[in-house]
Structures are given as structure tokens and as C-alpha cells.
């Protein structure tokens, strides 16, 4: 089992630029989040989503669109790219609500120019 | 919103000491997981302790939980240059989601 993918791993994108981060679990967890990790902030929640078909925003959602459909994917969207959008972004999965132990990714490096 | 905070923030220890860090959190929870982020990598999870318990081991790790004070405590004994990494506590209040706390950094002096 791969685990949790994220792709690309690095990225520089200019101001007003779109672009889709990429996440794929192959452990067939139902639950899906993803983190942005700044300096001295820990982790802060952007979405999530607890099955195909559904999300709910976490405690940064501005700027970002999500879309669940299918199990495995969950790709997550910076419409136009800003410069407070420059951060470490992981994605995670779980089993399930119940203990809701996240498996991470090896996160995505972004810097908006 | 972040319930996690972690105290201390930075901690610089030598080989074979143990580290102790702590974990505060406002609201009611259903457990408290702790994490370790090695430099450039994702977290990987460590622990779980469920509100009913008060200690839990894993190997050199001892994990403690307090509800009244609302706070939770990491002890890794005998710490290793390997244990070099950030340490963050997460919350789950059964919301479907994790509060992380800002994260412990642990360096450990071979």
C-alpha cells in the first residue's frame, strides 16, 4: 500500500494563478482532510469530507474548493492564487469518525510569487 | 478552531534524558492523539488516549490525561537522536474533525 499521495511535491505559482493539488489514498478510508502548516501555527483545517459525494469546510476554507468523488481522491483547489496562500499543505485520511486516527501525506511545498 | 496547545515549545535535551511535554485543550473531547512530524515530513500518529482513560504506554512513549484540568502530558523516556522531530497533541471532540495544537520541537543532543 502506498498510503496517502500527494502530488506535486513542490510548486511556484504567480499571483492570480490557479492550480489543483492532488491527494489519493489506497486504504479505502471514508474520511479526508486537508491541512495547511505555517510557521508557529501548527495545523489549520482548509476541508474535509467524510465520504464520496459530501465536504464541509474546516477553519480556513477561503480560497480553497474541494470535491470528493470518489473514495481514493480528493483534490484540493487554490482558485487564484495568493501570496498568503504560500504554505505546507497535507493531506490525511481516516478509517472513520470513530477514533479518527489521520494517516498524512508527505505534504506539498507551495510558495505564491 | 485550535484547542491543542502545546508547552513547552522548544526543547533541547541529551541523549538518554527523557523529554516531557504538555498539551492543554479547552473543550470536552472524546480522546487526544499525539503526533510526530519528523523535518519535511507529514505527522505520523503515535498515540491515542480516550477521555475515559488516564495513562496509556507505547513502547518509550507514556501519555496522561487529565479532564478536570483538561490537559495531557507526552513523556518519552530514554529519548534517542532519532526522537528529533515535533510533537503535536490533537483533539477530537466527535465533530469529524482534529484540533491540532502548534507543536513541541525536541532536539536531541547525541
Known amino acids: 500500500n502506498a498510503g496517502v499521495t500527494q502530488t506535486p511535491k513542490f510548486q511556484v505559482l504567480k499571483t492570480g494563478q490557479s492550480m489543483t493539488l492532488q491527494c489519493a489514498q489506497d486504504?479505502?478510508?471514508?474520511?479526508m482532510s486537508w491541512y495547511r502548516q505555517d510557521p508557529g501555527m501548527g495545523l489549520r483545517l482548509i476541508h474535509y469530507?467524510?465520504?464520496?459525494?459530501?465536504?464541509d469546510q474546516g477553519e480556513v476554507p477561503n480560497g480553497y474548493n474541494v470535491s470528493r468523488s470518489t473514495t481514493e481522491d480528493f483534490p484540493l483547489r487554490l482558485l487564484s492564487a495568493a501570496p498568503s496562500q504560500t504554505s505546507v499543505y497535507f493531506c490525511?485520511?481516516?478509517?472513520?469518525?470513530?477514533?479518527?486516527?489521520?494517516?498524512f501525506g508527505a505534504g506539498t511545498r507551495l510558495s505564491v510569487l | 478552531s485550535q484547542q491543542g496547545e502545546e508547552d513547552p515549545q522548544a526543547l533541547s535535551i541529551q541523549e538518554g534524558e527523557n523529554a516531557t511535554m504538555n498539551c492543554s485543550y479547552k473543550t470536552s473531547i472524546n480522546n487526544l492523539q499525539w503526533y510526530r512530524q519528523n523535518s519535511g515530513r507529514g505527522l505520523v500518529h503515535l498515540i491515542l488516549i480516550r477521555s475515559n482513560e488516564r495513562e496509556k504506554h507505547s513502547g518509550r512513549l507514556r501519555v496522561t490525561l487529565d479532564t478536570s484540568k483538561k490537559s495531557s502530558s507526552l513523556l518519552i523516556t530514554a529519548s534517542r537522536a532519532a526522537d528529533t522531530a515535533s510533537y503535536f497533541c490533537?483533539?477530537?471532540?466527535?465533530?469529524?474533525?482534529?484540533?491540532f495544537g502548534k507543536g513541541n520541537q525536541v532536539v536531541v543532543i547525541p
Open positions: 469530507s467524510v465520504g464520496a459525494g459530501i465536504t
Open positions: 490525511a485520511s481516516s478509517y472513520s469518525g470513530f477514533q479518527n486516527i489521520q494517516y
Open positions: 490533537a483533539t477530537d471532540n466527535g465533530n469529524n474533525r482534529l484540533a
Open positions: 486504504m479505502n478510508h471514508e474520511y
